[in-house]
């Protein structure tokens, strides 16, 4: 079956960019979505489609896509990006199937 | 502005029957662009996508679950309804409820309930 695989955790510098990936044969196929989670808290979606962004979300967060890999780049990250990203997908195996990636836990130093 | 309320008993005994409710408010469920989703959370683990509905009854649930799940909507009440039987104490998570949107290539859970805890014991 398919799947999305993600790096469990990254950090990043006080202002400086990070980038997240998500690795799947889905995103041959279809584009990723990105979610921020912070503790004890529903997730929001921070990027859909090729690079979109829903109201309200910073311009410091951009997605991209090369082959199976999606990225989720935060450039100048601030101390409130410190939290848990997941990306998703439709699956490509399975009808109207969704796919989510294990999560990245995002430490802003 | 649309919100999602999850409902629902927070204690389930094993080998029972998991019933959530979601409540849409501030809108319809009426309109064809979205499918409703359930996806749940182990605590300290990742998001799980369990299923989607449509608003006319249509249902797609994921392989592995497909046995034990049951949606079903009532565009009356602007609810949708999440069922899970033979539960064990590894569906013990938080069940959130969104609206699913996108076209072809990309799909989105763009809202979300803020999640209700269901312990199974």
């Known amino acids: 079956s398919s799947e999305l695989t993600q790096d469990p955790a990254v950090s990043v510098a006080l202002g400086q960019t990070v980038s997240i990936t998500c690795q799947g044969d889905?995103?041959?196929?279809?584009?990723a979505s990105w979610y921020q989670q912070r503790p004890g808290q529903a997730p929001v979606l921070v990027i859909y489609?090729?690079?979109n962004r829903p109201s309200g979300i910073p311009d410091r967060f951009s997605g991209s896509t090369s082959g199976n890999t999606a990225s989720l780049t935060i450039t100048g990250a601030q101390a409130e990006d410190e939290a848990d990203y997941y990306c998703?997908?439709?699956?490509?195996?399975?009808?109207?199937?969704?796919?989510f990636g294990g999560g990245t836990k995002v430490t802003v130093l | 502005q649309l919100q999602l309320q999850e409902s629902g008993p927070g204690l389930v005994k094993p080998s029972e029957t998991l019933s959530l409710t979601c409540t849409v408010s501030?809108?319809?469920?009426?309109?064809?662009?979205?499918?409703w989703g359930w996806i749940r959370q182990p605590p300290g683990k990742g998001l799980e996508w369990i299923g989607n509905?449509?608003?006319?009854?249509?249902?797609y649930y994921k392989p592995s679950l497909k046995s034990r799940v049951t949606m079903s909507v009532d565009t009356s009440k602007n609810q949708f309804s999440l069922e899970l039987t033979s539960v064990t104490d590894a569906d013990t998570a938080v069940y959130y409820c969104?609206?699913?949107?996108?076209?072809?290539?990309?799909?989105?859970?763009?809202?979300w309930g803020r999640g209700t805890l269901v312990t199974v014991s």
């Open positions: 969104a609206r699913l949107g996108g076209d072809f290539v990309f799909w989105y859970f763009d809202l």
């Open positions: 501030g809108g319809s469920m009426h309109s064809g662009l979205y499918y």
């Open positions: 509905i449509y608003y006319s009854g249509g249902t």
């Open positions: 889905s995103l041959r196929s279809y584009y």
């Open positions: 489609g090729k690079n």
């Open positions: 998703n997908s439709r699956d490509n195996s399975a009808d109207h199937g969704v796919l």
